[in-house]
């Protein structure tokens, strides 16, 4: 009789047990969300419109905590003194009257991917030219409700922002360009935005670019004040430096070589003067276009820039060559000219002298001429002018 009822106390906690396993195994927890999300965000039961408490439920500010993940960063423009980022935002904070049953830890998020659904914080990018978000396939945002309450918003979003930029040291020059965060309505009594503790930005490995390397990035706050009142702000400062190696093959090596080809005319014979007019003037001429190329591509400041200092060296040497060549050839010129006023002086004076040689040779002749007439002719008279026969 014992071991009966034995059996059946078994076979019934047994049947009891797959009972249970088979409807839990039956739940559908997807079946759940909709329940709880109808429970939460229902008709009546939440307002958007309303901020949520603040720590502990308190009457403070809602604290919303910021972390950044930069995916790339595509063009860094020095003309127009802006940059173009793809970054990863996300924000979160804690509003209470979103706190659900989690079912024994089954549940552990619910996902949205309507933001108009719940309180969002009125966050823009003040330093901001143009932005978008990313629609393919999907809208690249989801929003996470946990079950104590706290909200995860996150977004892909590409940025064109402001960089003003100080180029006296250009080409050898570094740039801090930031991105700024801000509440545009909340102040600081309902709303202030913290960095997430720990590492709030992140920056993808292997972040490649053209022209320039992100040193570093330092976080910071920018609260700002105005008349309706104080402004939570956020900011990242991104550390650039300028990769040089670009400018020395564009530009530093080119400007040596039209330096170098400008003195070749030093070695060229002074007459050949059609040789070192065009030699001159044509590396006058590449310098100029090449200093016009270098500053069409950087804005028009009103300071001198490092680059202007050597490209201007540079010009200066280009042109000095050509205007020794004109000075050369003048001096030449000159030194020519007073060369042949002393040839032809020197041929007068000894035309000048010849003839007076001749004249003394010829008189001299006449006199010895005389002379003899006067031995070997006594038939003349002493005064060979009325010379007569007698």
Same mark, same amino acid.
């Given at each position: 009789m014992g071991t009966g009822h034995y059996f059946w106390a078994i076979f019934y906690f047994t049947s009891l047990c797959s009972a249970s396993l088979a409807n839990n195994a039956k739940i559908n927890f997807r079946e759940k969300e909709k329940k709880v999300l109808d429970q939460i965000l229902g008709a009546g039961k939440y307002d958007a419109r309303i901020r949520p408490s603040g720590i502990n439920g308190t009457d403070g500010p809602a604290i919303v905590r910021i972390? /950044?993940?930069?995916?790339? #960063?595509?063009?860094?423009?020095?003309?127009?003194?802006?940059?173009?980022?793809?970054?990863?935002?996300?924000?979160?904070?804690?509003?209470?009257? /979103?706190?659900?049953?989690? #079912?024994?830890?089954?549940?552990?998020y619910l996902t949205l991917t309507e933001a108009n659904r719940v309180w969002m914080p009125d966050l823009f990018f003040s330093n901001e030219k143009e932005g978008h978000f990313h629609n393919i396939i999907m809208p690249n945002v989801y929003i996470r409700i946990f079950p104590n309450g706290s909200v995860l918003y996150s977004i892909r979003i590409s940025l064109t922002l402001a960089c003003p930029m100080n180029l006296k040291l250009y080409p050898l020059d570094r740039q801090i360009c930031s991105l700024r965060m801000a509440s545009y309505g909340w102040t600081t009594n309902d709303l202030v935005f913290l960095w997430k503790e720990g590492d709030p930005v992140q920056v993808v490995k292997n972040l490649h670019l053209p022209r320039f390397t992100l040193e570093k990035f330092l976080t910071d706050y920018c609260n700002s004040k105005t008349n309706t009142g104080e402004y939570s702000c956020l900011k990242v400062d991104l550390l650039f430096k300028r990769e040089f190696s670009y400018y020395l093959i564009q530009i530093y090596i080119p400007c040596c070589m039209l330096v170098i080809v400008s003195w070749v005319s030093f070695w060229l014979d002074q007459g050949a003067v059609p040789a070192r007019v065009s030699l001159g003037v044509t590396t006058l001429l590449t310098m100029a276009t090449q200093t016009s190329g270098i500053n069409a591509s950087l804005p028009p400041v009103s300071y001198t820039k490092a680059i202007d200092v050597w490209t201007g060296v540079c010009l200066t040497f280009v042109f000095g060559a050509l205007l020794e060549f004109a000075l050369v050839n003048y001096a030449s010129r000159s030194d020519n000219v007073l060369d042949r006023r002393e040839s032809m002086l020197y041929r007068a004076s000894h035309s000048r002298w010849s003839l007076r040689s001749s004249i003394w040779s010829t008189g001299a002749h006449i006199s010895s001429g005389r002379r003899r007439m006067k031995r070997f002719c006594p038939f003349f008279r002493t005064n060979l002018t009325s010379a007569k026969w007698i």
């Open positions: 972390n /950044l993940f930069v995916r790339s #960063i595509m063009t860094i423009s020095d003309i127009k003194m802006e940059y173009s980022v793809q970054l990863t935002f996300r924000e979160q904070w804690t509003d209470e009257r /979103l706190k659900f049953d989690d #079912i024994q830890g089954r549940l552990k």
